[in-house]
């Protein structure tokens, strides 16, 4: 009996740790715990004493990079010359989701990426990588290395093999704009809550260059052949949806969710659009956008899909804040502008921050899509000074350098929102969704 009553003290003593922390895992067999890289919760960044703002001001001055990333993005091609062109993976992780590799699974803590198709984990005995990393040797489902001659590896760019011969497939990728890695194709098993997809290929890193590389990896869920929906075979039947929480919410972690189960029995779609010529993106049809009441004059072939020139809009995880081609952003701001009145005032990557006194006077942003309007809830169209003194409408413009219309409605704006990606279906659903 005294046993019996020790027990469940101590069982009581758990749960109520596990209740009153709020980094405690609430992963369950439907979601995934999503973790803002920058909250208290990340393993990788320790808090520091600054504004959510200038967190968010830093992210987002890496866009550029991101965006001009995406611009480049073609159709992979198989690679049959020794040395295949490396391509500049510009990948902006703002979520990571735990998951599993081998067995008995090895915690990482991975980068969400909805517009890289390929994942990659650091190996053990990595040069420049972090304290952790995945140990093949003591997975007992580790398969080993590809060689040059198997499907996955004229998948994968930045390949590195001779026209013929069963060479190890090894690749090298740039990251970051001022980091790169190479890596060794692998497979082993990849646990995500409580499925598991074997024989999943990934790149095992064996060295990296630079500090911008995510620590811990990174797990594409873009469209492409290499990525978890298509690895995964009818797993997940080609369905996932996630919710990000806010950029202020330091305790409280988003969700992942995989296949169809668990997703929003109500949820409003718009088609999902893919081009041969960026295959890896999710593009949908972006047909008007307003500020308040007023519809902004925008001439049609700035928001245009062409499966072609891989012009258009697509939704992506891993840029900070909204993008748009400089002359439809110039109208959004300037109509923007016309019903807040001003000063105006620049920070950063935002060109329109007003006295937040003024706030009252700022008008919704509505995105058209085919068969679907999203009207942004105010947290996700303005974002505030550290002194809250200022408020500004938190988009900006593309490079001017991009070599085609590509506008990007990105994480910022996508918070407590869920995102589902139906690809079997081609069709994009969004419901309004708190997950702080």
């Given at each position: ?17 596990n209740a009153l922390d709020p980094c405690a895992s609430q992963t369950n067999a439907l979601g995934l715990s999503l973790i803002p890289v920058y909250g208290k919760c990340s393993p990788f960044n320790p808090p520091k004493p600054v504004s959510w703002l200038n967190t968010v001001i830093d992210m987002a001055s890496k866009d550029l990079e991101r965006v001009n990333y995406l611009s480049t993005l073609t159709a992979q091609k198989i690679t049959s010359a020794p040395i295949a062109s490396g391509q ?349």
């Amino acid at each position: 009996m005294e046993f019996v009553a020790t027990f469940l003290l101590f069982a009581f003593f758990i749960s109520s740790t596990n209740a009153l922390d709020p980094c405690a895992s609430q992963t369950n067999a439907l979601g995934l715990s999503l973790i803002p890289v920058y909250g208290k919760c990340s393993p990788f960044n320790p808090p520091k004493p600054v504004s959510w703002l200038n967190t968010v001001i830093d992210m987002a001055s890496k866009d550029l990079e991101r965006v001009n990333y995406l611009s480049t993005l073609t159709a992979q091609k198989i690679t049959s010359a020794p040395i295949a062109s490396g391509q500049q993976v510009l990948n902006i992780g703002n979520y990571i989701v735990r998951v599993k590799l081998g067995t008995p699974g090895q915690l990482m803590f991975m980068v969400l990426d909805t517009s890289t198709d390929s994942a990659w984990a650091p190996c053990s005995g990595c040069i420049g990588c972090s304290a952790t990393t995945f140990s093949p040797n003591t997975s007992s489902t580790y398969g080993g290395s590809l060689d040059c001659s198997t499907a996955e590896c004229t998948q994968v760019r930045g390949v590195s093999c001779t026209a013929t011969g069963s060479s190890a497939c090894s690749f090298n990728q740039s990251y970051g704009g001022d980091s790169s890695f190479s890596a060794t194709l692998v497979k082993d098993s990849l646990r995500l809550g409580n499925d598991i997809v074997p024989n999943f290929a990934f790149g095992c890193i064996n060295s990296i260059s630079g500090r911008s590389i995510p620590p811990q990896g990174l797990l594409g869920l873009g469209r492409g052949p290499m990525s978890l929906l298509s690895q995964s075979g009818s797993l997940y039947s080609g369905v996932f949806s996630y919710c990000l929480p806010s950029f202020k919410s330091y305790y409280f972690s988003g969700s992942l969710k995989l296949g169809p189960a668990g997703q929003p029995k109500s949820i409003r779609t718009t088609p999902l659009l893919r081009s041969p010529h960026r295959p890896s993106l999710y593009y949908v049809n972006l047909t008007g956008i307003s500020v308040g009441q007023v519809r902004v004059p925008i001439a049609p072939e700035l928001l245009a899909f062409n499966p072609t020139t891989g012009s258009g809009t697509i939704i992506d995880s891993g840029t900070v804040i909204t993008r748009f081609v400089q002359p439809v952003y110039n109208a959004i701001r300037d109509e923007f502008r016309n019903q807040v009145k001003g000063p105006f005032s620049s920070l950063g990557a935002f060109d329109t921050c007003f006295t937040a006194t003024n706030e009252d006077l700022a008008p919704a942003i509505t995105f058209h899509l085919t068969g679907l309007t999203l009207t942004l809830p105010m947290e996700n169209s303005l974002i505030h000074s550290s002194s809250g003194s200022l408020a500004c409408l938190a988009m900006a413009a593309a490079p001017s350098n991009v070599n085609s219309v590509l506008n990007i409605i990105a994480s910022l704006q996508q918070q407590n929102l869920r995102i589902m990606f139906d690809v079997a279906n081609s069709r994009l659903g969004i419901a309004r969704e708190l997950c702080n």
